[in-house]
């Protein structure tokens, strides 16, 4: 398919402007563009059909299933999407005063409140962006009480888990911590005798994932809040998987200080091909006053941004966070209510429902009950007839599938993280089961179809090795390098993908 | 109420299949002292109906621009979303998906962001644009990171002309990143270029905005030129929308440019969600931040698009990442992406010079009804300071009582200023509607 600027047309336009009939405004010669930037030339008709041509060349949850482990890839609801179009929510400028915001303000005290309620913590700040930057922010967080306290010098290192997403350590480094690494044992929990070896007086605290990125609710959660809380340090609660547990156990009551919450996973943000996400976070008593400005505050009927908070670690994110995230988030938890738990309840038994009819198949390295999602191991497959994550993943594609995370957690070889979420109907995971099974007996009985699979994509497997390699990164017009040549070998980097 | 598929035979089909009795089971690794054991303290579930109309009555407590005649800009901007855009961004496919980890299920995204990334770099005059940052706040952290590691030095130089919500942002990150940020004044609504370049000594990067936060024209060659003197990185902060208008970046020597994107194709949603945009010479892009696409071939030699350099990144690299972002803003770039293929070349200039032109009647009109223009030698892109003659806050109040919001009252950031608002000006404001403001400012 041609780029957008491969169908321009010189003189060709899409929108008209209106053109107040007013003398030109005029720019300083030093600084005024030379030549024109070479944006695409199309009529609007033919902008839509590109833009059309690229969504069927693209998978998303309404086109089917998605079991992305650790993605929470559920249901969108459309209302949700008329909602925050309302115009009250989409013109609204965020330097509106205080008195022309006061809906806007409500839902995210709302909002604030709903996710206090559902981590079992004291304060909220919705502003981060997305998860991982909830993860920074509850760091700096961190950093702030520990220097108020006068420990901040002292405390520099923060434990994390070798099943963590990668984001976990990568935002240890960016809030200038040194980062230690907990192995988990063979039941998949943190290994505790590990745990006690690494924690001193020089740790700020834990990032943890419960249920971890396994798909196992950590048994000795008690202990390790122990562990940190015996030496003055502080738990980060990393709510990717918040999902599980809505309703059924609150990351406040397990004993963690800080969580992040992603609502574009558990709240059913659309993921809009990579994002907007929104990763509020929620924290104890005793580091509310750290917590970024401005803070929604009530005050009898009204709602109020409160800039006055001497000890806040400033601002993470511009204005109040991404406010059209909060709406659909917002509108999510007031379809379900209470009912959020049933919500955790059936994302959990299809999860398990899934598992009891792949165990067979495939490796499963911690044989327990999971909660929303679990990790099966292609290592067999590989071993005895080379088939890998990889090529299951690529074959699940021919059956109408979005393949699951694989190659994460690191702990598990050929890791495929399979997450169905609650809004998936039986007969899909039973088609989905039934896939994943047949791919099995291809391995065995067909190996070559699984391994130029997928057979019925807009493009075959590409080679991840030259792209990298190459590094072209934009189109070059006239100049644009010619790479179509084929590759013999599809070199794909083994690498996760997902999660 | 609720999105949920299973009936009860369903349930029960499944739990005998697990081999449990109940769901509650399915629980039983959760120790008994962290179980929740009491119902949420939320309100009831609500219909699709009742939800609606909730969400609506929150709304309609809003103040938002299609009641309010507004002149609010100060980094966000009522620029007109043509339909377009909405029709693309709500194709199911490209909307409900995720960051395209498996390529042949994600061309259309990959696509996508590579003719956003073409866009970005065509616009800046730059190398290599990533698929976004989170806003125009973060992108400058990202960029200062960069910064850090490609030059070895720890102190960033920010223009105080820089919006400030910028810069608290890059205070607030800048502990972790071991930074030292330094500001430099603006004399008269723009930077010193001697002054920059005193300042820049040592300066892993110089973050200077173009138009500035007064809607300013910066010396921005000069300033870049002050910044490479001193052999700090200069990173140009821009306005998309003025780069029909405006030099490109790339072209007066920075070595990066960012900015916010919500110019481009998003509205403005109370601040987000929104993208930042960060591109920069082929010098930093194994620092770059942030997913970034490239080009390749498939095992027919068909051209493909996958996610590349993926060794910066956190799912591969951890605690040695360029950055620890995973979730962007890919929906919204694609907005921005779509906003600039529908305006064209053309329509992208003929949109700056409108603004502009707006802008200079809006200032003639308010100077000939006795106001002061704050910076008056100063040329403004689409938003310009003015004096009001008394509390600026005061007359808003006043003004908003007729339903005009005249813009920003400056005094919140600014000493000295108290008596200024920012007034912005776009394509959606006609001449009848800056004739109502200088009308109702004039009584109030």
């Known amino acids: 398919m041609r780029l957008i600027f491969e169908k321009s047309q010189s003189g060709r336009r899409g929108g008209e402007l209106p053109k107040p009939d007013l003398p030109a405004a005029d720019v300083p010669v030093e600084l005024r563009r030379a030549s024109p930037p070479r944006l695409p030339e199309l009529a609007e008709p033919e902008i839509l059909r590109h833009f059309t041509e690229l969504s069927t060349r693209n998978f998303g949850i309404d086109t089917g299933f998605y079991p992305l482990g650790s993605c929470t890839m559920k249901y969108n609801p459309r209302v949700n999407e008329r909602l925050v179009m309302l115009p009250g929510f989409r013109d609204l400028h965020p330097y509106q005063e205080e008195d022309g915001i006061q809906g806007a303000l409500e839902l995210m005290w709302r909002l604030q409140e709903a996710l206090i309620e559902l981590s079992g913590l004291h304060a909220c700040s919705l502003q981060p962006a997305a998860g991982s930057q909830g993860e920074l922010t509850g760091l700096m967080l961190m950093r702030a009480y520990f220097e108020d306290r006068g420990e901040g010098d002292r405390r520099d290192t923060i434990v994390t888990a070798d099943t963590a997403h990668g984001t976990n350590p990568a935002s240890v480094t960016m809030a200038g911590y040194k980062l230690a690494k907990v192995q988990t044992d063979a039941r998949g929990n943190v290994d505790v005798a590990h745990l006690r070896e690494l924690v001193d007086e020089r740790t700020a605290g834990l990032m943890l994932t419960n249920p971890s990125t396994l798909g196992l609710f950590d048994e000795h959660i008690e202990e390790i809040a122990a562990i940190f809380h015996d030496v003055g340090a502080l738990l980060y609660y990393d709510g990717a998987n918040l999902n599980a547990v809505c309703g059924l156990s609150r990351p406040g009551d397990m004993g963690f200080d800080i969580v992040h919450i992603n609502l574009h996973k558990t709240f059913s943000q659309p993921h809009g091909g990579g994002g907007p996400g929104g990763g509020p976070i929620v924290v104890r008593e005793k580091l509310e006053p750290f917590l970024p400005v401005p803070a929604v505050v009530k005050g009898g009927e009204r709602f109020r941004l409160d800039f006055d908070r001497p000890k806040s670690i400033g601002k993470v994110r511009g204005y109040t966070g991404p406010f059209g995230v909060f709406v659909r988030s917002y509108a999510y938890i007031r379809s379900y209510g209470p009912r959020l738990r049933e919500m955790s309840e059936v994302a959990v038994l299809n999860a398990n429902y899934l598992l009891a009819l792949l165990k067979e198949a495939y490796d499963l390295p911690y044989d327990r009950l999971c909660m929303h999602e679990f990790v099966l191991s292609a290592r067999t497959l590989k071993r005895e007839h080379g088939i890998s994550a990889t090529d299951v993943a690529k074959r699940l594609m021919d059956y109408g599938f979005h393949p699951p995370t694989i190659y994460f957690p690191l702990v598990v070889p050929e890791a495929l993280m399979i997450e169905p979420t609650e809004t998936e109907a039986k007969e899909t995971l039973d088609a989905f089961a039934e896939a994943m099974r047949a791919i099995a007996g291809e391995a065995a009985e067909n190996p070559d179809v699984v391994k130029a699979a997928p057979h019925g994509r807009p493009v075959k497997r590409l080679d991840e090795v030259r792209a990298a390699k190459r590094a072209i990164v934009r189109y070059g017009f006239e100049d644009h390098p010619d790479l179509a040549e084929p590759t013999a070998e599809p070199r794909q980097l083994e690498a996760q993908k997902g999660a | ?444």
């Open chain 2, 1 to 444: 109420m609720g999105y949920l598929s299973l009936t009860q035979r369903d349930r029960e089909e499944m739990l005998a299949a697990i081999g449990v009795s109940s769901v509650e089971e399915l629980f039983r690794d959760i120790p008994a002292r962290v179980r929740f054991d009491r119902e949420l303290a939320l309100d009831p579930p609500l219909g699709e109906q009742e939800l609606s109309r909730h969400l609506e009555e929150l709304a309609a407590r809003n103040a938002d621009t299609s009641r309010e005649l507004s002149f609010l800009g100060a980094g966000i901007y009522d620029h007109y979303v043509p339909a377009i855009v909405d029709a693309v961004l709500q194709r199911g496919e490209l909307l409900t998906a995720y960051t395209p980890y498996q390529p042949e299920m994600s061309q259309g995204v990959l696509q996508a962001i590579f003719e956003y990334q073409t866009a970005i770099c065509e616009l800046t005059g730059m190398d290599v644009s990533n698929a976004s940052g989170y806003d125009g706040t973060t992108v400058a952290a990202d960029a200062c990171f960069v910064a850090k590691h490609a030059t070895g030095r720890s102190k960033v130089v920010v223009t105080e002309a820089t919006n400030p919500q910028v810069r608290q942002v890059v205070k607030t990150y800048a502990p972790g990143f071991g930074l030292e940020i330094v500001e430099v004044p603006h004399r008269n609504g723009t930077t010193s270029p001697d002054e920059l370049r005193r300042a820049a000594a040592d300066a892993a990067c110089v973050i200077f905005q173009q138009p500035n936060f007064f809607g300013c024209l910066e010396p921005a060659p000069d300033l870049a030129a002050a910044a490479a003197d001193a052999e700090a990185i200069p990173v140009a902060h821009v306005d998309l929308v003025s780069l029909g208008v405006l030099e490109a970046p790339g072209v007066y020597g920075c070595g990066m440019a960012i900015g916010e994107g919500q110019s481009a194709g998003n509205y403005q949603s109370f601040a987000g969600p929104h993208y930042g945009f960060l591109a920069a010479r082929n010098d930093y892009i194994r620092r770059m931040p942030g997913r970034i696409v490239g080009e390749t071939v498939d095992t027919a030699g068909e051209r493909g698009y996958v996610l590349t350099l993926q060794t910066r990144e956190q799912h591969i690299r951890r605690e040695k990442a360029t950055s620890n972002i995973t979730t962007n803003q890919t929906l919204l770039a694609l907005a921005g992406l779509v906003h600039l293929s529908w305006l064209g070349p053309e329509g992208l200039r003929e949109l700056g010079e409108t603004c502009m032109a707006l802008g200079e009647y809006a200032k003639r009109r308010l100077v000939d009804a006795g106001f002061e223009l704050v910076f008056a030698e100063r040329t403004t892109f689409k938003e310009f300071a003015i004096r009001l003659g008394r509390s600026a806050k005061e007359v808003v109040g006043a003004a908003r009582a007729q339903g005009v919001h005249p813009g920003y009252a400056l005094g919140r950031d600014y000493e000295g200023l108290d008596d200024a608002v920012l007034v912005a000006v776009t394509e959606r404001r006609s001449p009848a509607d800056i004739d109502r403001l200088v009308e109702v400012l004039a009584a109030a």
